[in-house]
């Protein structure tokens, strides 16, 4: 269906290859799995498929792609339309329409099919994709479950034989994450339609794909099965890791096999009882019957909580749970309805200027909305100066949270993780008390999480400050967090520490307490230090 | 209103010819009236969608300009002699411009004149932004016809990349606010600016690429999945628009 011959491909004014001699054969009703770091190539793969890389972006490429037949020199992106779908990583910037139907019709409309063929096609994507009660919705008031569905239902529409997805469930709770990925494995069976995915959520898709392409950043790729390219790659879930760990011969990929794999070991060992944690006694944050309601509708319903110094609180739920809201309402930045929120004895509300900084540093879901300098150095220098500290403070913080910066370059210009590690970097400068982080993953590679969670980790520990972050990724809060709080539909649902609330909850439970239960293991490193440890 | 929407155009034309009758009466009062009537359909049947909010940045820049050009029109230019309200200080000029004052003795004929062409600028501008905020730019791309394409596409990325950026805006004055920045002032734009710039570049780019990569454009014909009607109510609208052009 794809093939790649030779490919190699550079982007104007850069001397690093992308892609280097890439040759790969994808046949029809193949899924297709594209990992690698941040920054890689992975969007730049997906999007040489359809000629958008070079057509839309320029750079030199060599080689050949043909799809179908058609080769992408030949045709625009507009050309192949109704053979590929591809859908982007924020669909909510590819939307042309303001009403679902209206955006499912949209490429037919310009394909100038006649009305009745629309009719029933529409009609179709919408079954498929359980779409009938959102039919004229407005997108914009759509959850992100919802329009990443409608996104894939638009694509789906034009009959493509390649669906080409972008990180499709990186800003999806797991519940709606499991929904568009069986949505995409039942195409696969069903239609026979060719599917490639880029996602750093392995532990999400691995299961789903009959190979990868591991994209290495300095051009090279790996390219095989699953197990194959697991067995080599830098890149691995939570599942993998443990199997390596153990010492297996064979890597299994999904909870099912790992727990066949490790039958032997879980039951040579007893099961060893949930650690007691002891309170912690160190109130710093306050709520008291919180409620914030926009336009009539109660987000949030008298929510009661204290947060204490040194604890890393994750807020889980649903999108749409309310979880920003609850962080913005910390922050002072959200109009409370009834209630209090009170931050070391102070309302939020009205902290301005340098109190400000230093009671709560806030890292909204853009990192970049905090950035405004031209270059790192200037960043790092008003940071210096806002903070009154010694010059070159900021940019040593920023070189132990992501090293090799360089001082000269523009925000826009770092990766995601870099401009995630900038933005904290300033925000530490004024070391607050609370500090406050809304889905600071999305996006980010394990390499780069595994920074973010060691630096979170002293962070509190050291300083005994309280970090309250809201966030999807179970993994990650399996091995950052000390505390859950479960939000649905404005209320807490669950609220305890994050060994009990993440064990007792199927849908928000890591791989590896799925594999070990009823072990009260989360991750890797507990399964590590308790066979250590001796429970043998 | 909701079950079946007016044709794209329809506020398009009526606000053409409101604001055409504005200009042809050239009477502040009547400018203000048209401004009032405009404002109230707005508030009344706008959608809550990012669109509909843009009528409100319209109204803060109408007020700028109204400021602006009042205060450029008092303190420089010919003099209209009358009842001198206050003086400003007056800056001297060569010698070969004759006629051309900077500063000087404000007359209430002179700031009325200078008030009342701006209150018509001003309404114009709130009259067209009005039109922009009742209509989908979505929907208004749709009646447009294919073969200003390229046109077209410009259009569409302006017309929903632009609402968008309202959103933006408020969302990093409260991220800046947060790093404990003043929101205010002239250099507190400087710092909105160029995350806005970024954030509106990428979308644009974004959007261009996923029109194109739906093909569209690649057919000179297009077809219409729903049928956009001009029905009574929208012949009705743009009468009343003309009527009021008559009668001016």
């Known amino acids: 269906m794809i093939r790649f011959s030779n490919v190699s491909l550079v982007y104007p004014n850069s001397t690093t290859t992308v892609l280097e001699n890439l040759s790969i054969e994808i046949a029809e009703g193949e899924l297709v799995l594209v990992i690698g770091p941040t920054g890689s190539g992975k969007s730049s793969l997906l999007r040489l498929i359809n000629g958008l890389v070079p057509h839309h972006t320029g750079g030199i490429l060599a080689g050949q792609i043909t799809v179908d037949g058609v080769s992408t020199r030949d045709v625009k992106p507009g050309g192949l339309a109704h053979l590929i779908g591809i859908v982007g990583q924020n669909p909510l910037n590819g939307f042309v329409a303001d009403r679902v139907e209206e955006e499912l019709a949209f490429a037919m409309e310009a394909m100038n099919l006649p009305q009745d063929v629309m009719r029933k096609r529409v009609e179709e994507v919408l079954d498929l994709l359980s779409l009938t009660p959102l039919r004229s919705r407005l997108i914009a008031t759509l959850s992100g479950g919802e329009q990443q569905r409608v996104a894939i239902a638009s694509a789906l529409v034009m009959h493509p034989k390649v669906l080409v997805l972008d990180e499709p469930t990186s800003a999806l709770d797991p519940i709606a994450a499991e929904e568009v990925l069986s949505i995409l494995h039942r195409l696969v069976h069903d239609l026979s339609l060719t599917i490639i995915i880029a996602e750093h959520k392995l532990e999400r898709v691995i299961g789903f794909a009959d190979r990868i392409v591991h994209i290495n950043g300095d051009g090279r790729t790996i390219i095989g099965t699953p197990h194959e390219v697991m067995k080599v790659s830098s890149i691995s879930p939570p599942i993998v890791e443990l199997a390596r760990v153990l010492g297996l011969d064979e890597l299994p990929l999904t909870v099912r096999d790992m727990r066949r794999a490790v039958q032997q070991l879980r039951e040579s060992i007893s099961v060893v009882d949930i650690p007691v944690t002891i309170p912690n006694l160190n109130p710093v944050i306050n709520i008291e019957n919180l409620t914030v309601a926009y336009s009539d509708k109660n987000v949030l319903n008298s929510l009661c909580a204290t947060i204490h110094g040194g604890e890393i609180v994750a807020i889980m739920g649903r999108n749409g749970a309310g979880k920003s809201t609850l962080l913005r309402s910390i922050a002072g930045i959200s109009k409370i309805a009834k209630g209090s929120v009170v931050v070391h004895s102070l309302n939020p509300i009205t902290l301005e200027g340098q109190i400000r900084r230093e009671i709560i540093g806030f890292i909204p879901q853009e990192p970049s909305d905090l950035l405004y300098g031209q270059s790192v150095a200037q960043e790092c220098d008003q940071a210096d100066r806002d903070n009154q500290r010694e010059p070159g403070t900021t940019f040593a913080v920023l070189n132990q949270l992501v090293p090799g910066i360089n001082l000269q370059k523009h925000p826009r210009d770092l990766s995601e993780g870099q401009r995630l590690g900038l933005a904290l970097s300033v925000v530490f400068s004024a070391n607050p008390k609370v500090l406050i982080l809304d889905e600071p993953t999305r996006g980010l590679d394990y390499e780069a999480k595994k920074s973010l969670t060691k630096i979170l980790i002293e962070f509190a520990a050291i300083f005994n400050r309280a970090v309250i972050l809201a966030t999807h990724d179970v993994e990650l809060v399996a091995e950052l967090s000390t505390r859950v709080v479960f939000l649905a539909d404005g209320d807490i649902v669950a609220d305890g520490p994050t060994l009990e609330v993440l064990l007792s909850s199927p849908a928000f439970a890591p791989q590896v307490s799925k594999v070990m239960s009823p072990q009260p293991w989360l991750t890797v490193h507990d399964v590590v230090t308790a066979l250590e440890s001796g429970v043998l | ?248």
């Open chain 2, 1 to 248: 209103m909701k079950d079946s929407p007016l044709h794209p155009l329809t506020w398009w034309i009526w606000s053409f010819v409101i604001a055409v009758s504005v200009v042809r009466v050239n009477n502040p009062y009547f400018a203000l009236g048209a401004t009032t009537v405009v404002g109230f359909i707005v508030l009344k049947l706008r959608e809550d969608a990012s669109w509909g909010k843009s009528f409100n940045w319209t109204i803060k820049v109408a007020v700028w300009i109204l400021l602006i050009r009042t205060f450029i029109g008092i303190s420089i230019g010919v003099p209209i002699p009358g009842n001198v309200i206050f003086t400003l200080p007056r800056i001297l000029v060569p010698a070969w411009m004759p006629g051309i004052r900077i500063g000087g003795a404000v007359t209430a004929e002179r700031l009325t004149s200078a008030l009342s062409e701006g209150v018509i600028i001003c309404a114009i501008i709130v009259i067209f932004g009005a039109a922009s905020s009742l209509t989908s730019p979505h929907r208004l791309l749709r009646v447009l016809p294919v073969y200003i394409y390229e046109f077209a596409t410009a259009v569409v990325i302006a017309t929903s990349v632009l609402p968008q950026l309202v959103t933006s805006v408020a969302r990093i004055r409260q991220a800046q606010r947060l790093r404990g920045q003043k929101t205010k002032g002239f250099t507190s734009y400087r710092r909105l600016a160029i995350p806005l710039l970024e954030e509106s570049l990428a979308r644009s780019l974004d959007l261009a690429s996923a029109m194109d990569a739906r093909g569209y454009g690649t057919s000179r014909l297009r077809s219409r999945y729903r049928p956009i009607h001009w029905r009574i109510k929208d012949s009705a609208i743009v009468a009343s628009g003309i009527f009021i052009l008559v009668l001016s």
